[in-house]
């Protein structure tokens, strides 16, 4: 079992930035891969940055330039920095993990909400 839990969330206005933090625990030593996702309402739930346990990082498009993942291996932590921040990024961001190096994220955190006025 893996436990999943984020934090960092809240209200910004446009052009501000946040960063999210993630931390998983428990059965943790096959983790390979961990994302953010996210989802806004009406919308289905979307990929925003994965790191891989080596480091290799993978953005959305929509985010690419203003967002930046990073990872603590031996913390087994995750953050996202989000810089210039546009009222379209508003949604619930969740941290995924994959913890067998399966390629599948099997782990997911219970969402903290991000909310960006214009």
């Known amino acids: 079992q893996v436990e999943v839990v984020e934090s960092g969330g809240g209200l910004v206005q446009a052009g501000e930035s946040l960063k999210l933090t993630c931390a998983a625990s428990g059965s943790v030593n096959s983790i390979n891969t961990m994302a953010w996702y996210r989802q806004a309402p009406g919308n289905e739930r979307e990929l925003v940055a994965s790191?891989?346990?080596?480091?290799?990082?993978n953005y959305a498009d929509s985010v690419k330039g203003r967002f930046t993942i990073s990872r603590d291996t031996l913390r087994n932590t995750i953050y996202l920095q989000m810089n210039n921040l546009k009222p379209e990024d508003t949604a619930v961001y969740y941290c995924?993990?994959?913890?067998?190096?399966?390629?599948?994220?099997?782990?997911w955190g219970q969402g903290t909400q991000v909310t960006v006025s214009s």
């Open positions: 995924a993990v994959d913890s067998l190096g399966s390629h599948e994220f099997d782990y």
């Open positions: 790191v891989t346990k080596v480091g290799s990082t």
